[in-house]
């Protein structure tokens, strides 16, 4: 990283077995997220850095222990470490602890507002729009997983970090 000055910060010093995951951005907290997987300790960590304080600070700690595969990890935009889960077709929040069935060909993009936005590929929406795309946007409520609006389109992000609703 660079701060303001243009001098380059080290703000998590990389150790033997430890692995860290490539930064993820929050434009709401001005914040880098980084999940920093610990072997010397069998820990994960969510850490959170703010450019404009310099500052470190670990949001979420996990055992390794309580984690029965560390496949499909990784951290969104909110700092919530969530996984894949194929097997399921589920999205599993690990911190804060809760599960989202999907449907199949869905996959989460980012949470905000208390809404979880995915993508979901249907092939079925190919014969049916004329440009040839079947990606769906499904928007659901985080606590339950309820569906509370589905469009036709995508989800494209902006540099500043919006994101663009694309329809027909």
């Known amino acids: 990283f ?3 000055t243009g001098r380059s910060y080290e703000p998590i010093k990389q150790e033997k077995n430890v692995y860290l995951e490539t930064p ?9 997220g980084i999940l920093r997987y610990n072997f010397n300790k069998r820990i994960l960590q969510a850490i959170a850095y703010k450019p404009d304080e310099e500052s470190v600070e670990v949001i979420e700690e996990i055992s390794l ?17 969530v996984r894949n889960s ?15 069935y999907l449907e199949e060909n869905e996959s989460i993009e980012f949470v905000e507002n208390e809404k979880m936005y ?9 014969d049916v ?24 389109g995508y989800l494209n992000r902006m540099p500043d970090g919006t994101a663009w609703l694309m329809t027909e």
Request: aromatic residues 12%; charged residues 35%.
């Open 65 to 81: 222990s309580e984690i029965d595969d560390l496949m499909n990890i990784r951290l969104i935009e909110s700092f919530m470490i």
């Open 86 to 100: 194929m097997e399921e077709n589920a999205i599993e929040f690990l911190a804060p602890k809760r599960k989202i």
């Open 2 to 4: 660079f701060n303001k």
């Open 24 to 32: 993820v951005y929050d434009k709401a907290s001005n914040s880098f």
């Open 129 to 152: 729009l004329d440009y040839g795309y079947g990606e769906e946007v499904i928007v659901r409520d985080l606590e339950t997983g309820k569906i509370l609006e589905r469009y036709k």
């Open 118 to 126: 995915s993508s979901k590929w249907n092939e079925d929406l190919l």
